[in-house]
């Protein structure tokens, strides 16, 4: 789609109205304005249990993510009438889909209510004030990172990428992997951020779900944010195949055990691989890292192969859940533009209280992966919600699983049949929270 000026697009008129008649007035923060734009960050800190944080570390955050449009909800009658008690973030990135195809989504941040205002209504006016600003700029997905899973269903987001965070006690594992040639370096923390950064424009194609990342998350991973209290304890390293290349990078710190040096942890705070050969290194780097007892690593993908590069696997402890929830505001754009692993047709009809996606659709998908979406008058073959049907976009969730739930409607057969259509050669996977 052109470019989109996100920033400028009008206000919603439905969720000013909504607040105005509760009391409350709803705007949008003008980033450029210093003392506004702190007092909406403070709102955001405060939501996320965070601490108010040093003036350098203050500004580094404002400066990360000035680029996004945020709203704010004000109440007029509140001992700080100019900082606001509900926030919303929003901008347009691009999400990978399956077959290495992108599509630009409204990427949803943010989304905070003060303690004092609960119960008022005010996040279903914020989230649903995002989805029709969404839909009338011509976005046909949204999305969003949870840290609670409650909430979002309600508005039509489904999970659709999982990730799971691992802890390995790398002193009862020996490595059983491949040993690939190629060379391991150390970077200093300016250069891991610039070589995280390049490394992730590429291997964002590979992975659906997948978005564009942004200089201040690099910064983040890599220690070099301003004010970054623990910077100095992250270490960095590439590694780079026969050819020189750049194939795999991963920032870590070490949390010392006073007691038991052997008993040391690392703790990874990002890994990227652009090949499996640049997994494997990195992780024998990792796992046979000197005076270290335990590797904990966040955000892996619910497919992490290093499972099976080790002598025991129960030395390998996991814990997964959903990660991005996504929400299709129009349908036949949404699966028109990834690719399929499977021919068929199926007649899906999808319920949507919000009426986006709502309608009975025809997908047809030939030999080569592609498809056609249309609106039809015919009896479904399936029927799910348009929740559902963002679980299953990405290839994640299996229809067949969501039938046996009980949230899709129709014959096995008809799912079985949707399932190989779905089906992705890559798990979905997003590396990081946004």
Known sequence: MPHLDWKKLPLDAAAVAAASAAGFDYRLVDTSDEEAYGAAMATIRRGFLDDEGTAEQLQAARDDIRYRRFTGV???????????????ASWVTELTLPGRTVLPMWAISDVTVAATHRRRGLARTLVEGELRTAADAGLAIAGLTVSEATIYARFGFGPAAFLTDIEISSSRVTWTGPRPAGRLDYLDRDALAREFAALHARVRLDRPGEIEGWPGLWQRVSGVAPGDEKAKSVRGVRWTDAAGTTRGVVSYRI???????????LEVDHLMAETPDAAAALWRFLLEHD???VVRAPRLSVDEAVRWMVSDQRAIRGIGRDHEWLRILDVPRVLSARRYGAPGSAVIAVADPLGYAEGTWRLDVVPDGTAVVEPVDAAADLALS????????????????????GRIAGDADAALGLELMFASPRVPHLSFWY
């Open 386 to 405: 348009v929740a559902d049907l963002g679980s299953i976009l990405l290839g994640g969730v299996r229809p067949s699983t969501l039938r046996a739930a």
């Open 74 to 88: 004000y109440d007029d009658g509140s001992a700080a009438p100019a900082t606001p008690v509900a926030t919303v």
């Open 255 to 265: 949390a010392v055990n006073e007691d038991d040096y052997a008993l040391n942890a």
């Open 291 to 293: 005076l270290v007892g």
